[in-house]
């Protein structure tokens, strides 16, 4: 398990090469939810997401010949932009799996961050691990990996400083990745800080696993929160929550659309529905806030096709 | 003709009472258009948008006995809450006549910062002349009074701090209340830097007033930018730009919609679609640009109705 030192140990390496991204509040979602709120803006991050944060930690834990022959991961779309920004950052060649029916924007991204992309039809998984073993590359997990979750601590870190007093923090849950992260450094700073997770309705994973007592599959995990569509609970970040997460309340489809509504007309923040889910679960009831609390606005990697 | 003696003093008087924006800049936009960009994002302003600015510093201007007895405005919609709100912080009664068909979104807007709303079927016009002289209220056009653009003028000052160095300025155009404050303030400071003005095709009534050596009104405007769908170009305004604006160019329907995709991508600011014209014109190549380049989003005031 990582410690206190650990996480700041990841922050103090990430400083200089990632935003210290800002917060924002507003009066008007104060008064709505009746608590003061701070926003920590992580959609202003590099690639407009936490997750490079993990990633770029992860990379940088790499040996001198582990990072001379690369890294390489498999992605539906977002953990693909991120590693491959990190590892162009931190100087390591990557190679990124991805289906041949992938977002063309994603693709385009990683191929942008200077990624090699391997569209594969059929089984991604198989493909990843032959290319992995064959060019002797260096396998990333996008979340279950204690190095991405050390890295991601950074983020609980900032938070409590930039907020100080919170008394809750919220913070949206796929994989468990980000909370995992989030959760560790609060606790282990301030284990009387309550820290809830939210996941959609329909990719509930980590609530079905927690319930369970083990990590959990889905067979199809699907929701407008892209970003939280995870259909499995690492391990890793299992054991984390598990231990420190307080409670994960889960939100239905139609309140992550309101609430991505809500947010982005009264703070401007271009923010993607994943990032909404605390608000979701405030709309909804499923949270009662008691004092100053922040949530985390994950990402701002929205369609915005589906604009106008 | 307002002097750089009264913009200075507006923006004084505003500092405290609105807020000092942020610029934010983006190297992937900078790379697409070739020239350093400063975005200064005004829809991080009190109500989402530039007009505060203005028309404070109008309701700052009454004389006692005016603010005694109130201000009015007839609005379709955003000018509405912004005098409201601009109204309750002089702490002056406000009314505002509003169609019975505007946006309820906007009506609700303008009652909650403390207006009188008035709905009113038919003539807009005569309802709010019947109003103000019977209630003896000072009215209050949103854009064409000199108050009013000395008020606007504040952020033409503010973008030059933010962005020393600026060549160029491009404000997006509808009756001309903001580019008439801008260019006011930017050429009293500095004539040599360039000012452009960035209007839809479908509601072009400046550039039109420009070719007539008189202001105009359109039978109709209607543009996906609906903050700059004018059907009237002020008579101050008019004056103002003739002398002080270098260009007003003018964009399409579909050019503001991938502008506005574009910059909320990039930057992850929720701009609206009329603080996205400048790329527009940026998009369409009819704008150069040489050197560093300062945009103004206006707004944020989106149709969130319209996300997903």
């Not at 700041?8 to 390496?13: G, H, K, L």
Request: some cysteine; charged content about 20%; proline content about 5%.
């Amino acid at each position: 398990m990582p410690t206190l030192e650990d996480v700041r140990r990841a922050a103090a390496q990430l400083a200089g090469r990632i935003h210290r991204t800002p917060v924002v509040t507003s009066t008007a979602l104060d008064e709505l939810f009746g608590a003061p709120l701070t926003l920590k803006a992580e959609l202003f991050q590099k690639t407009g997401s936490f997750k490079v944060r993990g990633l770029l930690h992860k990379t940088l834990q790499l040996t001198a010949e582990e990072r001379e022959r690369g890294v390489i991961t498999v992605s539906a779309g977002n953990a693909a932009g991120a590693l491959a920004w990190a590892a162009r950052n931190a100087q390591v060649p990557a190679t990124v799996v991805m289906a041949t029916t992938a977002v063309q924007a994603k693709i385009d991204a990683a191929r942008a961050y200077g990624a090699q992309v391997e569209l594969v039809d059929g089984d991604l998984i198989a493909a990843y691990e032959s290319i992995r073993d064959e060019r002797k590359l260096t396998g990333v997990h996008p979340f279950d990996d204690l190095d991405v979750i050390t890295g991601h601590g950074s983020l609980g870190l900032e938070l409590l400083d930039d907020a100080p007093g919170t008394r809750t923090v919220l913070v949206p849950v796929g994989g468990g990745g980000l909370i995992s992260g989030v959760a560790l450094a609060v606790k282990l700073v301030d284990p009387s800080i309550r820290v809830v997770g939210i996941e959609p309705e329909t990719a509930d994973v980590v609530s079905r696993s927690l319930a369970a007592g083990t990590p959990q599959k889905l067979p199809t995990a699907k929701s407008i929160a892209d970003g939280l569509a995870a259909p499995v609970c690492g391990t890793h970040n299992f054991g984390i929550i598990q231990q420190y997460v307080d409670e994960v309340v889960r939100v239905s489809e139609d309140a992550l659309l309101d609430a991505t509504r809500l947010v982005m007309s009264r703070t401007k923040l271009a923010l993607e529905p994943a990032a909404a889910a605390p608000f979701a679960a405030l709309l909804e009831g499923k949270l009662q806030l008691t004092g100053p609390t922040t949530s985390v606005v994950s990402g701002g990697n929205l369609d915005v096709s589906k604009l106008y």
